[in-house]
């Protein structure tokens, strides 16, 4: 098993553009999320979605729209990207059932100029 | 709204030393409480998870308490190794459902030879 993975791992936009994450777990898990990590922060909440065909917004999600186009992938998308939103991307998913543990992606570094 | 803090510092120990991080939350009653360890460039990766009806969890060399009076946390390392160097989070379950976590910003431990 691949677990998550995300592409791509490195990203630069300029102020305007459009760009969209993508995000890929085989683990058959319900859930899946959009974190960004900023200095300082910690791990924010930015989208999740409870199963194939629910989204919801978490802590952050200004700025952002996420498509849950299957089970297994969760993709994140910056409309017009700005500099505030500068920072690493992770995305992570959860086994059904219960309460249990989240499963990290290898994050994706974006740069906004 | 609910907030975590765990010790921005960095904590440096002697290899075979035991490492004590420190978790603290306020303005919430989480039912259940995680720890992750994240390595530079790296996603986290989950560690341990201690229910609020849970005093103590062990896994090998790790150890976490909870207490809930208290609104803290404690997770201990013990003899530590230079290859526990890490950043290691603390994640309690959010509010509104989805499983969602609402995560420290991480003390970054280096053990030393």
């Known amino acids: 098993n691949a677990g998550v993975t995300q592409t791509p791992k490195f990203q630069v936009l300029k102020t305007g553009q459009s760009m969209t994450l993508q995000c890929a777990q085989d683990?058959?898990?319900?859930?899946m999320y959009w974190y960004r990590q900023d200095p300082g922060m910690g791990l924010r909440l930015i989208y999740y979605?409870?199963?194939?065909?629910?989204?919801d917004k978490g802590e952050v999600p200004n700025g952002y729209n996420v498509s849950r186009l299957n089970k297994r992938e969760f993709s994140l998308r910056l409309e017009s990207a700005a500099p505030s939103q500068t920072s690493v991307y992770f995305c992570?998913?959860?086994?059904?059932?219960?309460?249990?543990?989240?499963?990290f992606g290898p994050g994706t570094r974006l740069t906004v100029l | 709204s609910q907030k975590i803090e765990q010790n921005s510092e960095a904590l440096n120990i002697q290899e075979g030393k035991t490492a004590t991080l420190t978790c603290n939350y306020t303005?919430?009653?989480?039912?259940?409480l995680q720890w992750y360890r994240q390595d530079p460039g790296r996603g986290p990766v989950f560690l341990l998870l201690?229910?609020?009806?849970?005093k103590e969890k062990r896994k090998e060399r790790l150890k976490v308490t909870f207490d809930t009076t208290l609104k803290q946390s404690l997770f201990h390392i013990t003899a530590s190794q230079p290859a526990d160097s890490a950043t290691y989070l603390c994640?309690?379950?959010?509010?509104?459902?989805?499983?969602?976590?609402?995560f420290g910003t991480g003390t970054q431990l280096k053990v030393e030879l």
């Open positions: 992570a998913s959860r086994p059904p059932g219960g309460v249990t543990e989240q499963f």
């Open positions: 683990m058959n898990h319900n859930s």
């Open positions: 979605s409870a199963s194939e065909g629910t989204t």
């Open positions: 303005n919430y009653s989480p039912a259940y």
């Open positions: 201690i229910r609020e009806n849970e």
């Open positions: 994640a309690l379950d959010g509010t509104g459902g989805g499983n969602k976590l609402t």
